[in-house]
Each structure stands twice: as C-alpha cells, then as structure tokens.
C-alpha cells in the first residue's frame, strides 16, 4: 500500500504562487513516476504534470507549462508542484498520484494511490 498526503494549498490572488506538496510512504518512492491531477467542481480530473522516477524527465498539459513546475525530493519522499502567474481557471482540488508500471496516457486511470488533495483557490 501507498499514502499520499498533499499540503500547501489555499486562497491566492491572480498572478500569485504556490507550491503544494505530496509526502509519500509505504513503498520504494525512488522507483515510482508521479503526476499530479486537478479538479473542478463539475468537472472530469485532468492531467496537470508528471516527473519520471528519477526527477529528470518531465511532462505538462499545455494549459500550465510554462507556469507550474513539477519537481521531487527521493530523500523526503515528496513531489512538489510549483505554480506561478495562478490564474482564476486554475482553481481546483489538485491530487498527487503514483504513475502505473508501463503507463502510456496521462489520464486518471494511468495512475493509482491517489491522496485526498489539496485545494487551490485563485480568486480577488
């Protein structure tokens, strides 16, 4: 089994940032792909962004790159989501998640363990 924990969310203004957490424990967390999800209310959990296992590849919906960057610690057993110039559309319920072995699309059923999200709230 996997836990997942996500932390750092809040209530932020437009064009400001955060850096939301996910400290993982119960398995080899070196080994493991991660990504990181969000959802609307009313709407489908989307791709947000993916690191391989050993930090050195990663990958972006097209709606955040450039703004967020997705990022991991192996000694802390934790991935960080990075998010500047927060727009009102990116407010969301944003998940962690361990990406599965052999994993061909960024959609939710790539990936399992989710943890129980953060939520993130732009607005003035």
């Known amino acids: 089994q996997v836990q997942l924990v996500e932390s750092g969310g809040g209530l932020v203004q437009p064009g400001g940032s955060l850096r939301l957490s996910c400290v993982a424990s119960?398995?080899?967390?070196?080994?493991?792909?991660m990504g990181w999800f969000r959802q609307a209310p009313g709407k489908e959990r989307d791709f947000v962004a993916a690191?391989?296992?050993?930090?050195?590849?990663?990958h972006y919906a097209d709606s955040v790159k450039g703004r967020f960057t997705i990022s991991r610690d192996n000694a802390k057993n934790t991935v960080y989501l990075g998010m500047n110039s927060l727009k009102p559309e990116d407010t969301a319920v944003y998940y962690c998640?361990?990406?599965?072995?052999?994993?061909?699309?960024?959609?939710?059923?790539?990936?399992?363990?989710w943890g129980q999200g953060t939520q993130v709230t732009v607005s003035s």
């Open positions: 998640a361990v990406e599965k072995p052999h994993n061909t699309d960024y959609i939710p059923a790539g990936f399992d363990y």
């Open positions: 119960g398995r080899t967390f070196s080994t493991s792909p």
């Open positions: 690191i391989s296992s050993n930090g050195e590849w990663t």
